[in-house]
Structure formats: C-alpha cells, structure tokens
C-alpha cells in the first residue's frame, strides 16, 4: 500500500482513497487535507475501485441535478416559481409508473436528510418550517422502501 502526506495547507485536485480505520471512502476533487492526515493510494481492489469510481459519478449527477433544480427556483420571481414547480410536478407525474417510484424515492431522500437536520439542530430560520415540516413527516410514516418494479 502506496501513503502519501497531502499537503498541510490548500486543494488536492486527485482523486484519492482516504483510510480510516472503519473503512475507506473516496475524497474527491477540491478536497482539503488536514495537517497530518495519511492517504491511501490503491489500498482497495480493482473492483471495489471502480464501484466507488461508479458511485462518485452518480453522486456527481444528483449533485447537478439539485443545482439545476435550485438555480432555477433561486433566480425566479415568485409567480415564475409557481409555474415552474407546476411544470416539475407534471413532468414526474406523467412519466412512466417506476420512474415516478424512483423520483418518490429521491423526494423521500432529501425529506429524510431534512429530518435528520432538524434532530441536530443543523438549520435556522431560512429553512425551519422545511426541516420541521420534514420532522413530522418522518416521525408520521416512519422508514418507507421503494422498490422499482
């Protein structure tokens, strides 16, 4: 196994595996190392390499996604919103049965992640009714599975 010392200040533009004594997970462009922190090149198998490979990338499309989605809504006036939301909410609507099991999947994601915000303490005054709204959605239906049929 191949270690190396980031540097103690600034960006690593690399892809790398960071070993923790759990497990490993991948830290990808842009992140910053703290003062002496071991990283681990090749620690993991060819295979379980390109599953985290794989797994990035789909965490970077759903990252974009979101920025899509929240530029949009940022930059319009509230009449705009409306129509634009009304648009998102036909065009899932519509689409095929299991891509809509797939979109409830997501909006369930994030109405967890806003629970789980709101149980930290992780919000303030801008999103408290999301994350309280979400808290009782939560404790009301509890964990939900959706399977794609």
């Given at each position: 196994?191949?270690?190396?010392?980031?540097?103690?200040?600034?960006?690593?533009?690399?892809?790398?595996?960071?070993?923790?004594?759990?497990?490993?997970?991948?830290?990808?462009?842009?992140?910053?190392?703290?003062?002496?922190e071991?990283?681990?090149?090749?620690?993991?198998?060819e295979?379980?390499?390109?599953?985290?490979?794989?797994?990035?990338?789909?965490?970077?499309?759903?990252?974009?996604?979101?920025k899509?989605?929240?530029?949009?809504?940022?930059?319009?006036?509230d009449?705009?919103?409306?129509?634009?939301?009304?648009g998102?909410?036909?065009?899932?609507?519509?689409?095929?049965?299991?891509?809509?099991?797939?979109?409830?999947?997501?909006?369930?994601?994030?109405?967890k992640?806003?629970?789980e915000?709101?149980?930290?303490?992780?919000?303030?005054?801008?999103?408290?009714c999301?994350?309280?709204?979400a808290?009782?959605?939560m404790?009301a239906?509890?964990?939900?599975?959706?399977?794609?049929?």
């Amino acid at each position: 196994m191949r270690f190396f010392s980031p540097p103690t200040r600034g960006i690593s533009e690399e892809r790398v595996v960071w070993e923790t004594t759990a497990a490993a997970r991948t830290l990808t462009s842009r992140s910053f190392f703290p003062e002496n922190e071991k990283v681990a090149l090749n620690s993991m198998s060819e295979t379980d390499q390109a599953k985290l490979e794989r797994e990035e990338k789909c965490k970077d499309k759903g990252i974009e996604a979101a920025k899509i989605l929240t530029k949009g809504l940022n930059t319009l006036s509230d009449s705009d919103r409306k129509a634009m939301i009304d648009g998102f909410v036909r065009g899932i609507t519509v689409e095929h049965r299991s891509l809509q099991q797939r979109g409830a999947e997501v909006i369930y994601a994030v109405i967890k992640q806003w629970a789980e915000d709101f149980k930290n303490g992780r919000f303030d005054g801008r999103n408290q009714c999301t994350v309280t709204w979400a808290s009782q959605c939560m404790e009301a239906t509890g964990e939900v599975q959706f399977p794609f049929i």
